[in-house]
């Protein structure tokens, strides 16, 4: 799987949109752009995910740009609930198993 | 309730002793994952399952054993614990394989090995 750059951590204030970055610059034409989050203590939580089109569900938007090599995840009210470490992760389809792997992510934090 | 949960989620044990980690899906999901989570490490797969009796190693088998006897069941052994386990161990399960089936995580499993 191709490997993701992101920010260490960000800052976003409550109510306003927050905007994570990823880069993916290596991503092939059959890789998926996958956003998880983990709030402290549990387990990681599906969010979103698209292959070149953008997405939305009733968690976030997914912005993937022309070329690929990058997207962002759009949380468009941040609220304190939303603190939590934030992974973008590309993913192919193997033909054994299509394992997520892990990297830092990013850190969250959404203030009053 | 309906989804993934794994049992116990606090463990204290010593070196050399056998430990079970329990993940119980109720989705009827083929594809169960067991991750391990160190500070530094992020998430690492331990071993995976794609459907009853068929498992495969991860990136760090070694020291566990998997079995799947039945669909909804994945549990995790360390059948002599080390200190080097101590972690927080998190089950999945995947409808498929494919790229675009995302994986459903438990609440995790903390293990400290004395």
């Known amino acids: 799987d191709a490997k993701t750059t992101q920010p260490t951590s960000m800052d976003c204030a409550e109510g306003r949109a927050a905007n994570l970055p990823c880069n993916h610059s290596?991503?092939?034409?059959?890789?998926?752009v996958y956003w998880y989050r983990q709030i402290h203590s549990q387990g990681p939580q599906y969010i979103i995910h698209?292959?070149?089109n953008n997405e939305t569900n009733e968690m976030a938007s997914l912005i993937i740009t022309e070329d690929r090599k990058s997207s962002t995840l759009i949380l468009p009210h941040a609220t304190l609930r939303d603190t939590a470490v934030y992974y973008c992760?590309?993913?192919?389809?193997?033909?054994?198993?299509?394992?997520?792997?892990f990297g830092t992510g990013t850190r969250l934090q959404v203030t009053l | 309730d309906a989804g993934i949960t794994q049992s116990p989620r606090y463990k204290i044990t010593e070196t050399g002793r056998q430990v079970t980690l329990m993940c119980h899906q109720t989705?009827?999901?083929?594809?169960m994952f067991w991750y391990r989570q160190d500070l530094g490490h992020g998430l690492r797969l331990i071993y995976y399952?794609?459907?009853?009796?068929?498992?495969d190693k991860g990136e760090v088998p070694d020291g566990y054993v998997v079995s799947r006897s039945k669909t909804e069941n994945f549990p995790l052994t360390l059948e002599s614990a080390t200190r080097s386990q101590t972690s927080v161990y998190f089950c999945?399960?995947?409808?498929?394989?494919?790229?675009?089936?995302?994986?459903?995580f438990g609440p995790g499993t903390r293990l400290t090995v004395l």
């Open positions: 989705w009827s999901h083929s594809y």
């Open positions: 999945a399960s995947s409808e498929g394989q494919a790229s675009y089936n995302e994986q459903f």
């Open positions: 399952s794609a459907a009853a009796d068929i498992t």
């Open positions: 992760i590309v993913r192919a389809y193997t033909g054994t198993a299509s394992k997520l792997t």
């Open positions: 290596t991503i092939s034409g059959n890789e998926y």
């Open positions: 698209g292959l070149k």
